[in-house]
């Protein structure tokens, strides 16, 4: 996994936050970015989130990723943007 | 001529020696690293990881497009990931939420497509919620209520209650969460607080938490239905925990997933999700 060309390591990232979305298990998304083998886990899940941010990319993408990155600890301020809530309280 | 003759043994073990000891720095010492390749050269548990995570990320993108293109950079088919669930149920990666969650989602992805596994059938795609619960609360609460001296609301009373005005519980509250698919009732959290006796209990602030946020729904908004009822829209995006702060465990994740409900029709899942006294 670590021999991986860039795009599909990002790519892969981009899934484990997706995964991190639907299972809300950080411990497992990091067990599931360990094969990237990446020196810093938490800083290389920043860098990519900012990166695609920097680079417009795909915003659902890009939440997934910032959300991640943010429950890693490192929510920057280009992230903030991509923390809107979106779920509206049933009406009484 | 014999001068050469005499020398060729020593040149081919000369030759042979090189040769070996080649071998032995490519192989052990300094070996070949391929680097930048594409997903379909990963290693077959790496494979494994990907074809998860590309489950995982059509389970919230819903772009069947791109699930297919990476499945093709994979070198995978659909009936590939059905079978991969199918070994993963058979693992010990069904015994935790996380795994389930990932194994419903290859089982979701697959049956999009038509692959069927083993797991399709042990871990059903669509019925949101596989985590088998220990204990169930009485089905429905039929004491009759009873005089209190706090401030609680009458079940014919139809007004919004004033929150601030109504004490939050003592004691602990055990969560029961039960999953079901109506398309009378689309991706809705029905929350009900309860005394151990099965008693409605108005006025409870139940937080509503998703993964960047959270939110608060109060029971007793509709007393017709019950005093400690209160609902919740999901997001189809979105998974929900719900909880009553320093009261209650969690719940388990919950998402509305589409489902199919009894008579055929197509809805999301809603859940039943029960906080009933069990001490204080």
Sequence with gaps: MSDLA????D????LVAAGYLADGDLQAAIDRLAPLRVGNVFTYVRDVAERYISQQGDAQEIRGLVILSCAMGYCTA?????????????AP | MSKIAAWLPFLIFGLFVGIGAGVYYAVNIDPRIV???SPDQLSEPDKLNYLIALSLGYSRDRRIENAALRLLNLGKEWQDIADAACELTQSGYAGTNTGLTAI????????SQGATGCASALIPSGTATPRPEPTRPPPTPTLPPVPTKTPTLEPAQTEAPPVALTPTPAGEFAVNVVAFCDTRVSGVLEITVREGSGRGIPGVGVA?????GRGQAFTGLKPERDPGYADYVMSSDQAYQLEIPGRSQRSARLEPLPCTAQGGGRSRASYRVIFQRVGG
């Excluded at chain 1, 280009?78 to 049933?90: D, E, I, R, S, V």
């Excluded at chain 2, 509503?208 to 960047?212: F, H, L």
């Design chain 2, 35 to 37: 680097t930048d390749v």
């Design chain 1, 78 to 90: 280009p992230m903030q943007p991509f923390l809107l809530p979106t779920p509206t309280p049933a």
């Design chain 1, 6 to 9: 860039r795009r599909y390591k």
């Design chain 2, 104 to 111: 419903r989602a290859m089982v979701e992805l697959a049956a």
């Design chain 2, 208 to 212: 509503v938490i998703w993964p960047e």
């Design chain 1, 11 to 14: 790519d892969y990232t981009v």
